[in-house]
């Protein structure tokens, strides 16, 4: 274990992601990282002054992920869907963070700003202007959130078995409509009870994303607003 002396920001950080990954994000407090830091909550503070600054350590650490390195070279709207492709991955690792988020000022974050940033920059390049392109990237932040937030299938499931109870369920709900009023849906509640192919799931919706970015920066710039990314 840590001692007070080897104790920096990173471990701590890092530390209180391990916990929130394999408990919850409420289990990361100050008092519960010092006990597993080896070390008494008052060395804590020397990096972290509450709950409130730990969670925006947190953030930030996490977010960093979001902005990796890419082809300075490449169109914008590839280099974009990298972006929204790293973030959609990042909350896929780390469940809590589309719930993190709503715990902080995200402005108050070196990683946000920074992916921000550059993503007004990508835009503009697209020919948004910067207030649509703030506009674009809340979308696509709250749009990949979302993608994470309805993945199909059981997240939460304790088993194998569990999941696939609950997909059985959720079939019987639908092909309980009434089929003359509902011909769609009941026909589409077979679907339900296959296991849902995630990377497919993911693939699609952020094709969706992306999609509109392009269809509407096309029309803006069509001489070069949108270029084929690689799917």
């Not at 929130?20 to 407090?29: G, K, N, P, Q, Y």
């Not at 169109?75 to 896929?92: H, K, Q, S």
């Not at 988020?101 to 550059?118: G, H, I, P, Y």
Request: include cysteine; hydrophobic fraction near 45%.
């Amino acid at each position: 274990m840590a001692n007070a002396e080897r104790l920096s920001r990173l471990s701590l950080v890092e530390k209180a992601v391990e916990l929130a990954d394999a408990e919850s994000l409420e289990s990361v407090t100050v008092r519960r990282l010092a006990q597993e830091l080896g070390v008494t909550p008052m060395a804590l503070y020397w990096h972290v002054k509450n709950k409130d600054q730990l969670f925006v350590c947190l953030a930030d650490h996490l977010l960093a992920q979001v902005t990796p390195e890419f082809d300075p070279a490449a169109p914008w709207n590839v280099r974009l869907r990298v972006m929204v492709e790293a973030l959609i991955g990042v909350m896929r690792r780390h469940r809590y963070m589309p719930g993190l988020f709503a715990r902080v000022e995200k402005q108050e974050l070196a990683s946000f700003n920074r992916a921000t940033d550059t993503a007004l920059e990508l835009l503009s390049q697209a020919g948004f202007t910067l207030r649509e392109g703030y506009a674009v990237s809340t979308y696509l932040l709250h749009g990949a959130m979302a993608l994470v937030e309805n993945e199909p299938g059981c997240p939460g499931a304790s088993s194998a078995a569990e999941a696939a109870e609950s997909r059985r369920q959720r079939r019987l709900t639908l092909e309980r409509l009434p089929a003359g009023e509902f011909p769609r849906i009941v026909e589409y509640a077979k679907a339900m009870e296959e296991e849902p192919d995630l990377d497919a799931y993911y693939a699609f919706g952020l094709d969706l994303l992306m999609s509109g970015v392009e269809a509407v920066a096309a029309k803006r710039t069509p001489s070069s607003a949108t270029q084929n990314s690689t799917r």
